[in-house]
């Protein structure tokens, strides 16, 4: 039965500060009026910065500029603004992110280099050009350490609420703090990029081991969620770390000292991604795809990101229909190996479908009773080898009203 | 502003009677009950074939049994059910087509090999072994030369109105006569396949010199719709030539003789396509994609493809929107060269971006009255090389009510 309602959304939590960073909004009115529309993230000096950028091939302006700073791996400040993305606006564009960085480092007192830029909101709109410069000596008076909500607001557009998440790790016997905010309800397919997130820490990580660590995360999280199948031209993710944290010294990723810390950071990414799935419009249903069985990670990843993206797919479970038919379709539009013969299908723990074709007697009322709840988990078995991957996915997304 | 109302459906034509071709239909029960769906094409011998097959990696059972015969080249009977489309069925779904191509074979006095089979509807649901083999004998005593209307009604699943194109083409100083018959709402994202189509010429022609203008003929008209991005299952095209009509002999497919005809296959091709967009569900603009300016007519066709299946771009172009934003996403998306400097929109003929940006000043009105209307033309120039290709497409399909 297709139903009205919405999924929960998660509540926005408590962040406590992190030092070294101190963050503040806006309204600015590149796009909106009445609402904060413009954060600042100012950062202590000797803050690392690793990120994740869209692999649109019509990345918006910001996140040109952003991929030629990263290598530096410094950052003092990130400056975003909400509701125009300054994607597909020419060389304007791109001048823009120029004097948006030029006037925050001279704020900040910083290099232009170490200043990084993000946006979302509408591709292929003339950006007002004088907007953020002249906004910004404001917006760095109003930063402050419990800035966290204010930030997290500010970068919303379609978002119905603001996005965060926290953890804390040991580093060997020190406690650091992890802080996130993010948004996002559509564009949401992201190829090996992610959407608008931003991570900080006070944990004193080199930039390239934060660099590996965050791929990582992404990798299993971010990279695993899919809504509409669309790619954004503007997904960031960046993870700060301002290493005002004296715990013992971590060189690499796989520092032993570091293994609470990437749990944590995965859980953060993770978190961040489930906000996304279940703030996506029209969903009513929160979808766990587990595909095993695959040829590898990224084979059964790609088979899952193909049946959670498929229209008709979504269709079905929108309307608590059997998949099994179009989940199938999917498996074989993936283009990934799979074995026909052995392929099996589990639906909320019940075994539907196996050896490549639907069982002739399963319990069908456990199966429907499933499909017609919040949470809705399915398994796909491609019977080829041991690569796993889990999606989420939700039932709708923007623009099926 | 959205509109309900549908689009204009094509007319089945008046199809005349072809030498060697008789097709019938009667209700056989698979699916649906107080309708035919069960079609017979039998086919005189001499009869060479074509066909061009769904790529999916989980095709039906029919699907490979016909990619299995295809080599064969010859044709006597084309046996087609509507309503299960015997996919994942497992080895009971072979066994099933097996014995449907025995039996026809019995009945029409031919070799199981020159027996074609295909079937369309729902996947994954358990197919009555019996129901085909049992009807073929009360089938086959109604085949007629004038059967087609018939024909085209008993393979139609969620279509509304059945589907025909019908053409003459010279072949030296003799009139050949091309007629086809089609199916198709749903699940139109052929990769390199098609949907369910089925032509019938009586010109004279070699199944490999078929084959090579089925493949061309394809590539530009079923391969370049899209509806809701999804591959089907069961995609079937094939070109049967029953070799009846006296003209001068040819041989290769790019004989001169054959010009006309090539020009005919692809004009019906055409047609039967654009009749599968105007019949998908909740189609209330016929929506015409030109790519140019892209490395190779691959390359366009796939930068095509993407903006049409892109379900952002369908529900913009449902609710009459400016599409150029996520027109731009979707070319980034696509994963073929695009020049983001040089990259252009038209829009009904009205210029609404050049070189990476959208123009300050256009001519709003007269691009919202063409995107209000039944007709959409947009042109999308990626700057790159000489490449261009056409993508038909609705802007909505089936599951987005």
């Known amino acids: 039965m297709a139903r009205r309602k919405r999924l929960k959304r998660a509540p926005f939590p408590k962040l406590e500060p992190i030092g070294g960073v101190a963050l503040g909004a806006i309204e600015c009115g590149v796009a909106y009026r009445g609402r904060d529309d413009l954060m600042l993230a100012v950062l202590d000096p000797g803050t690392a910065i690793a990120g994740v950028l869209t692999r649109s091939l019509s990345a918006s302006a910001p996140v040109n500029w952003s991929r ?73 008076r109003r930063v402050r ?47 090996l990029g992610t959407t608008l997130n931003f991570v900080f820490t006070d944990a004193k ?36 770390a301002t290493g005002k944290a004296r715990h013992r010294r971590v060189t690499a990723h796989n520092d032993p000292n570091l ?18 799935v279940r703030d996506s419009a029209g969903a009513a249903r929160f979808v766990t795809l587990n595909v095993t069985g695959a040829a590898s990670f990224k084979a059964a990843r790609k088979i899952g990101r193909v049946i959670g993206a498929s229209p008709l797919v979504k269709f079905a479970l929108s309307n608590a229909l ?25 639906i909320g723990g019940v075994v539907v479908a196996r050896e490549g074709a639907v069982l002739r007697r399963h319990d069908a009322a456990t199966v429907m009773a499933h499909l017609n709840g919040d949470d809705v988990n399915i398994t796909i078995d491609v019977g080829i080898g041991r690569g796993r991957a889990t999606i989420w996915t939700s039932d709708r997304s923007v623009g099926y009203g």
Chains 1, 2 share one sequence.
């Open 322 to 346: 059997d998949p099994c038919g179009r989940i199938i379709m999917a498996v074989g539009k993936a283009g990934e190996r799979a074995n026909r013969d052995r392929l099996g299908i589990d």
């Open 68 to 140: 030629a700073m990263l290598p530096g791996g410094r950052a003092r400040a990130i400056v975003v603004n909400a509701g125009n993305a300054n994607a597909f606006t020419g060389r304007d564009g791109d001048a823009i992110v120029q004097a948006t960085a030029a006037r925050t480092a001279q704020i900040v007192g910083c290099l232009k280099k170490e200043v990084f830029v993000a946006a979302t909101g509408v591709i292929g709109q003339i950006f007002p050009a004088k907007k953020i410069p002249g906004k910004l000596a404001a917006l760095h």
């Open 259 to 276: 293994r609470d810390f990437r749990r944590a950071l995965a859980e953060i990414c993770l978190a961040l991604s489930h906000a996304i």
């Open 145 to 191: 350490p419990d800035g966290w909500n204010a930030a997290a607001a500010a970068i919303m557009t379609t978002d119905t609420c603001p996005k965060g998440a926290t953890r804390t790790a040991r580093i060997g016997d020190t406690t650091v703090i992890i802080n996130a905010i993010g948004k996002g309800t559509q564009m949401i397919a992201p190829d």
């Open 205 to 240: 990580i080199p930039a390239l081991a934060l660099h590996k660590m965050l791929v990582h995360a992404a990798d299993r999280s971010f990279n695993c969620i899919t809504l509409e199948g669309d790619t954004s031209t503007s997904d960031t993710l960046f993870l700060c």
